[in-house]
């Protein structure tokens, strides 16, 4: 697991209050929100402030490129490594 | 004016006191409040949206939910809090104070009638509802609110739930006493005067009160007394049995 995989999953547990899950339960792959995880709307403006406070980068609201960066840890990891 | 009314059921939790055997012996003087706070459980309430209740929300549900019971989804509610959610508040403020971005969690939970909305989500309950504060008088005036509202709208019950926490630090030099509590009452309606409280309000001049109100009431509850007088600045408040 990258260092950024393993601190993305960290901030989501963190920002989210995810108290019964792990850094080890979430799969780079797998979808964050409905399934998967099982996130919902508010969890993706929450973690978009949290992406925007913990590494500067904003992550425009409700557009077909926000949902594809959101999709997974991977994705995410993906888009803040190439803005950065 | 006097207001007739009766408590089906009181539900409270504090540090130390959650049960009702331990709010017994506390009246007794067995058990005192001590300074660590726990948090009920709420295991009714599904982990995905528990996760995002702060402390003061899930002892105003625990109090809600357990005083309602079978009429949780349909009754109508007043919910009060001199302070509350003062904790997500100050986040908040401090997140402006650094510049940082507000959590969007944080504030749509921290308006005063953010319990009150919960409760109506997690259980489906669409009646009347309101959310009040009143100042250190805060646990009368919601107590009269929904005394005032059974007599008004003929109600045959309704939910009043009061909570409060400790304030954050920051605020602790300006707040005189100043303790955690929540408390749910069911107040049902009543035509039998023996068996009834009474609730009057009447302004004085000036009177020096410092009381904790939820707590007198606790104490007068669980009593024999026959009744309870708080003076808070220039209110007095009268609760009386039969």
């Known amino acids: 697991m990258s260092d ?19 850094v080890d339960d979430i799969d780079d792959d797998a979808p964050l929100f409905v399934d998967g995880l099982g996130l ?11 992406i925007k406070n ?12 926000s949902k594809k960066y959101f999709y997974s840890v991977k994705t995410l990891s993906d888009y803040i490594q190439i803005s950065k | 004016m006097s207001l007739r009314f009766d408590i089906r059921k009181c539900v409270a939790w504090a540090p130390g006191l959650e049960s009702d055997e331990d709010w017994r012996l506390w009246q007794q003087g067995e058990k005192a409040l001590t300074d660590e706070l726990s948090l009920p459980q709420l295991t009714s309430i599904p982990a995905m949206q528990r996760r995002r209740l702060s402390p003061f929300a899930k002892i105003a549900l625990h109090c809600a939910l357990e005083a309602s019971g079978e009429y949780q989804a349909n009754i109508p509610c007043v919910f009060s809090s001199r302070h509350g959610d003062l904790h997500r508040t100050t986040k908040l403020i401090e997140s402006i104070a650094l510049s940082k971005d507000l959590s969007p969690t944080q504030f749509g939970l921290s308006v005063h009638n953010a319990a009150a909305g919960l409760f109506s989500i997690f259980t489906g309950n669409r009646a009347p509802l309101s959310a009040i504060a009143g100042g250190q008088s805060s646990f009368m005036q919601g107590l009269l609110d929904a005394v ?20 954050p630090e920051c605020y602790r030099p300006y707040v005189v006493d100043d303790t955690s509590i929540g408390i749910g009452l069911l107040i049902e309606a009543t035509e039998d005067e023996n068996n009834a409280y009474n609730l009057s309000y009447n302004a004085v001049e000036d009177t020096l009160g410092s009381d904790c109100q939820a707590l007198n009431f606790m104490g007068f509850i669980l009593s024999n007394e026959s009744q309870l007088l708080t003076n808070i600045h220039q209110q007095t408040w009268l609760l009386r049995r039969g």
Request: aromatic share 4%.
């Open chain 1, 4 to 22: 950024l995989n393993h601190e993305i999953k960290l901030l989501i547990i963190e920002a989210l209050d995810l108290e019964d899950i792990s």
């Open chain 1, 40 to 50: 919902d709307s508010i969890d993706a403006l929450e973690l978009g402030v949290a």
């Open chain 1, 54 to 65: 913990a590494y500067n980068i904003k992550i425009d609201g409700n557009t077909e490129d």
């Open chain 2, 148 to 167: 005032a509202k059974l007599e008004a709208n003929n109600l045959s019950r309704i939910l009043y739930v009061y909570c409060d926490l400790h304030v």
